[in-house]
């Protein structure tokens, strides 16, 4: 499975599936399936009927990334001074 780019889990939907989840923290299905069904993924896992959902929110927060993403940094125009030695 493709890992997420941190743009993309920005730009996507609210919840992804256990299986995206599990990509972007290296964890594989049947341990990841096994978390979830223990109460133990490292981030909430929403169950609806025999599937998992995962908040984005929440997967980012983990990894200590914000939701918004950075503002660009202010571009200065180079100093016309030159430095004397």
């Known amino acids: ?3 997420p780019s941190i743009s993309q889990l920005r730009s996507g939907p609210p919840s ?3 299986m995206t989840a599990a990509a972007v ?3 594989g299905r049947t341990k990841a399936y ?6 133990e993924f490292p ?4 169950r609806i009927g025999d599937s998992y959902r995962v ?6 927060a983990l990894l ?3 939701e918004q993403p ?12 030159t430095a004397v030695s």
Not at 34 to 39: I, S, T, V, Y
Not at 43 to 46: D, H, K, R, Y
Not at 70 to 81: K, L
């Open 70 to 81: 950075p503002a660009p940094a202010e571009v200065r125009a180079p100093s016309s001074r």
């Open 25 to 27: 923290l290296r964890i």
């Open 64 to 66: 200590g990334i914000s």
């Open 43 to 46: 981030v909430q896992v929403i």
């Open 55 to 60: 908040p984005v929110a929440a997967l980012l």
């Open 34 to 39: 096994d978390l979830a069904k223990r109460g």
């Open 16 to 18: 992804v599936d256990l």
């Open 1 to 3: 499975m493709k890992i």
